[in-house]
């Protein structure tokens, strides 16, 4: 049995992913064509031989628990251990809706007390990258630690978006940065914490801390405990924005892409559907793509990433696009840089990412001003319609309420936030 | 309602020697089809959307490739407490070793599984045709009758006649004369789909009648002659739909590349009777920025470098820059090399062409010299785990058996038409 249990941030609402996280929590989101984020944290768990695994959800978390099931394609469907679903619940000292992710998993302590193991590995469950977490593991028991933060460099003009920390020579943390605005060192934390059980559970008794970048981490190095950091070289990306979102599917179409899902020493498992291979027109063209399974291309895609099912009829072009499940596109259209959720329809002729205007969207001017128009779930776009760049299309937006527009401007929205 | 109870016994146990070295190391029904199903998906799913979820699979030949795949019948919702699939597989009993001696000696070494889930009603089946059918209107048609034996049929072109058993019906559908592949051709042409309902207690007397004198191991040969001559009641189901019996290398080629159609007769993307089969945990299909892919089907975990025209790849097949693959079929996890040519080839899983090689270049209508009868339609076939060494030229009707090494071909590298290596 491993010495650790895993804990999985599953309740995250991420408004920064725009109309992907209006209709399901951020692990549900889909990356890669036909894998869902939390596929990946889930994955370097049981290949990780890490078989004790509980989900903490919150938001919208419908789609996260029809992926999840019972936890069969991860193995994770077992007598002892297993996949556990946390949901929010009323009822004892502890029961009431998650304030943060600490908060989260103090409404929890009872069922975490409860395990055998004796330490607790933490994840956020919005990141993609492969990882063995047995080695931050070890050294995270050799070292006796309170805590050990998996930490990585990050670009240095990211460095607002994490936590940043200071380390020794022997790898403690000597000081920890929540988003700084200004940061002389560039080693970030990945979210992924390791925590001696009984220091848990000790510093979770304070209902102050509600977050653990936030409040618990900086609360450890101002009282001196035992902090440590576990280096990670390996590939990782937080994809909590729709640009971050973007730019990590897009590295999949590179010759040899940095996240190599090829590697059958580490797989990504997912729920896996049941489709027929993806089926490629007399006309079609299709040069540097992913496309999944259940796929029927007739028109022209290039540099994109297609989920299962999408149809794009013949004369319909698609380029540097996402495009979710059973998406149809009709002849005609034109996507360019654009985020297309599932089971959208777009009718003949319509543009979506049209222009040069790249005015930032209005709602969201820090998250969509590189020009990415995204349109929402179950949303039918009407034949002849001009989108403009930075857009956001709100989801379940019927045709009919577009009346008799024929042109949505540069930065701005249309349709109803399900927020 | 009604306490009838339905069970399907799958025959899954035919070697299918005219598909040749595709199964040569697995039974026929295992036989890859459409990039990542199997033969077997077809009956296997329809008997689940027909509402049948207690399967007995009859398995003889090599069946490890069928075990793997079938499982505990996960994919097609089979692992249940009550019912579910099961493999029969041939047994020792007291009276010392039994092979399988015909179609219905299977079922009747295996009656025992019939009786213990209590079914009036058994439907045999043979796991080696694809088609999509639904099986309760037959089944309904069965009992409204009061049939024994009700025999599915479908109309076929007289030249085929002889390849199949052929039944004459009076107009009430009942079957008055049966004919195992004919010679002549004034028999009709209503022929036999291999698909047989039949009431429990009927075919158990006749599975009983079994002697050196009055045989009974064949149902074409020996069971319905016998039920149709006792006066039973046997009746003709007409079936009007999509169905290929996928036995030979031709029909293989054909019937898989027919998919690849606008609108083929075999549609696999709607969601209404879907084939469910073991998927395997492969990532999306990558298109490499220089390729070209046309009138083709990708499996999940391709990558694609080269030229793909009219053909079919499994999960995993890795064609290179330079590579073009034409009217092929290409099984599982095969690496095609820089600049190498396929043309009009079946490739069995995990074959390795080398750099510059060219498969199929010749003349079509030389016939493979040592099976004649099964490769002469201009179709290449190489076997699993074969390996095409750099720059060899290969004919046409040419076979590579499995697991060839560099070593086995001649000097020049060139293998003319209808040879074999």
Known sequence: ?419 | MSSYKTIAMLLAGGAGTRLTVLSEERAKPAVPFAGKFRIIDFTLSNCVNSGIYTVGVLTQYLPHSLNEHIGIGKPWDLDRSRGGVRMLHPYQGRQGQQWYGGTADAIAQNMNFVDDNRADTVLVLSGDHIYKMDYQPMIEYHRERGADLTVAVMPVSLEETNRFGIMQVDDHQRIVQFHEKPKDRDKGNLASMGIYIFNTHSLQKRLNENSPETPRLDFGQHVIPAMLAAGDNVFAYKYEGYWVDVGTIDSYWSTNLALLQPNPALDLYSDHWPIHTKSEERPAAKIGPQAKIVSSMISNGCIVRGLVTNSILSPGVYVSPGAVVKDSVVMNDTWIGPGALLDKVVIDKQAVIGAGAVVGTGDEAVANALMPDKLFAGITVVGKNAYIPERTQIGRNVLINSGREERDYPADKLVADGKTV
Not at chain 1, 222 to 251: C, I, K
Not at chain 1, 393 to 408: C, G, L, Q, V, W
């Open chain 1, 1 to 419: 049995m491993a010495q650790a249990f895993a804990i999985i941030m599953g309740g995250g609402s991420s408004e920064s992913l725009s109309v992907l996280t209006e209709v399901r929590s951020e692990p549900a989101v889909p990356f890669g064509g036909k894998f869902r984020l939390i596929d990946f944290p889930l994955s370097n768990c049981v290949n990780s031989e890490i078989y004790n695994v509980s989900i903490l959800t919150q938001y919208r978390p419908q789609s996260l628990n029809n992926h999840i099931g019972i936890g069969k394609p991860w193995d994770l469907d077992r007598a002892s251990g297993g996949l556990r679903l946390l949901q929010p619940y009323r009822g004892g000292p502890l029961g009431d809706w998650q304030q943060g992710n600490a908060d989260a998993v103090r409404r929890n302590l009872d069922f975490v007390e409860r395990q055998p193991e004796e330490h607790v590995l933490i994840l956020a469950g919005d990141h993609i990258y492969l990882m063995d977490y047995r080695p931050m593991l070890r050294q995270h028991i050799q070292t006796g630690a309170d805590a050990t933060v998996g930490v990585r460099r990050v670009n240095i003009y990211e460095t607002h978006r994490y936590g940043i920390v200071s380390l020794s020579g022997d790898d403690r943390i000597l000081d920890f940065q929540e988003k700084p605005r200004r940061a002389r060192e560039t080693m970030a934390s990945m979210g992924i914490y390791i925590f001696r059980k009984s220091v848990l559970t000790e510093l979770l008794q304070n209902e102050n801390y509600v977050d653990f970048g936030r409040h618990v981490l900086p609360a450890m190095v101002e009282s001196d405990r035992a902090l440590y950091g576990y280096t990670f070289p390996g590939y990782w990306a937080d994809v909590g924005t729709v640009q971050a979102y973007w730019e990590a599917n897009m590295s999949l179409l590179a010759e040899e892409p940095a996240l190599d899902l090829y590697n059958p020493e580490w797989i990504v498992h997912t729920r896996s559907e049941e489709r027929a291979p993806a089926k490629i027109g007399p006309h079609a063209q299709v040069g540097g793509n992913l496309l999944s399974n259940g796929c029927q291309v007739n028109g022209s895609v290039e540099r994109s990433v297609l989920s299962p099912g999408v149809y794009i009829a013949e004369g319909a072009i698609v380029r540097n696009s996402i495009i979710l499940s059973d998406t149809v596109i009709e002849s005609g259209a034109v996507i360019d840089r654009a985020i297309i959720d599932k089971g959208v329809t777009i009718g003949q002729n319509t543009l979506v990412g049209s222009g040069d205007d790249n005015t930032p969207n209005k709602e969201l001017p820090e998250q969509l001003n590189t020009g990415l128009t995204v349109v929402g779930k179950g949303t039918t776009l009407p034949d002849n319609l001009t989108i403009g760049r930075n857009v956001i299309i709100h989801p379940y937006t019927d045709a009919k309420a577009f009346s008799r527009r024929k042109n949505i401007a540069s930065g701005t929205n249309f349709g109803k936030s399900m927020r």
